[in-house]
């Protein structure tokens, strides 16, 4: 499994950004809880919302709950995040990631060590 992120840029604070992650290789015979993580220069990197493989579960860090909503398309493999009223703190390199199951229970993790695929990471920063 390959997982490939997009959609990072620069945006003003109060504005918004989607970002994407497009799963490839041999999904059909995974689940895979896909979860998003973000990593400030010079920190470490922080767990920012995941969602099971059905799409029925998710969860949010605090300092992102209310503003950015994770999503799911199995049929296009792809995974995406609604970042809303962005602030400057929000200003990172995030990650999509995969940990993969052999069975649609998929519980969500929200530590970086318990994934097992990582994207490249695209940068979003805001700033005016």
């Known amino acids: 499994v390959q997982l490939q992120a997009s959609g990072g840029g620069l945006v003003q604070p109060g504005g918004s950004l989607r970002l994407s992650c497009a799963a490839s290789g041999r999904t059909s015979s995974h689940y895979l809880m896909m979860g998003w993580f973000r990593q400030a220069p010079g920190k470490e990197r922080k767990f920012v919302a995941a969602?099971?493989?059905?799409?029925?579960?998710?969860y949010y860090a605090d300092s992102v709950k209310g503003r950015f909503t994770i999503s799911r398309d199995n049929a296009k493999n792809t995974v995406s995040v609604q970042m809303n009223s962005l602030k400057p703190g929000d200003t990172a390199v995030y990650y999509c990631?995969?940990?993969?199951?052999?069975?649609?229970?998929?519980?969500?993790?929200?530590?970086?060590?318990?994934?097992?695929?990582w994207g490249q990471g695209t940068l979003v920063t805001v700033s005016s």
């Open positions: 990631a995969a940990k993969i199951y052999y069975s649609d229970y998929t519980p969500i993790r929200s530590r970086p060590v318990e994934y097992d695929v």
């Open positions: 969602i099971s493989w059905s799409g029925g579960s998710t």
